[in-house]
């Protein structure tokens, strides 16, 4: 969990901030997206039955994405990101938009949650404002685009947002 955290943490140029409970290990990235709107990013390790592990799963790896601390989308972000690839993810106590992996896989590929995240961030519009151009470029060269002086995405990546 710390090390998905930390490497998302890495892309988006925001720190987290790391909390445990009794059921569950967690982290927290928040920051402000180009949008200039708030973004609350919780990675969140559970264990079976837990409060923050969905019905009925085993050990679970979650990270769920959301405007505010309920790291639940509305309105039109939560269409976005549900066309992106985000689900809405039910436990005990909370529904909240997000990605799942079972623990043991997410022990196995760490970056694999990381690598599915971008492509949700960039659909979303919830990526930072980038602090410079070093960071545009390695996150275009992170993905594979091509950087001249900004980031130029391959066609369909995202999807032409004029089209919706």
């Known amino acids: 969990m710390e090390q998905i955290a930390s490497e998302i943490g890495q892309k988006l140029g925001t720190a987290p901030s790391i909390a ?12 402000e997206a180009l949008d200039r ?19 009925g799963a085993g050990p679970t790896l979650l990270v769920g994405l959301g ?18 690839g985000l689900e809405l993810i ?10 799942r992996m079972a623990f043991e896989e997410a022990e196995r590929a760490p970056s694999s949650l990381v690598g599915q ?21 390695n996150v275009a060269s992170a993905e594979g685009w091509e950087y ?7 066609p369909g990546d995202p999807p032409d947002a004029s089209a919706e």
Do not use: W
């Open 20 to 31: 445990h409970g009794a059921y569950f290990a967690g982290a927290k990235l928040s920051y």
């Open 37 to 55: 709107r708030p973004v609350v990013i919780r990675i969140v390790a559970g264990v079976t039955g837990g409060p923050m592990t969905p019905v």
């Open 67 to 84: 405007r505010d601390h309920s790291i639940l989308l509305k309105g039109e972000d939560r269409a976005r990101g549900l066309e992106a």
């Open 90 to 99: 039910k436990t005990l106590q909370f529904t909240f938009t997000g990605l």
């Open 117 to 137: 995240l971008t492509p949700i961030l960039i659909t979303t519009s919830m990526l930072p404002e980038g602090p410079s151009a070093d960071a545009a470029k």
């Open 148 to 154: 001249k002086g900004h980031i130029n995405l391959p």
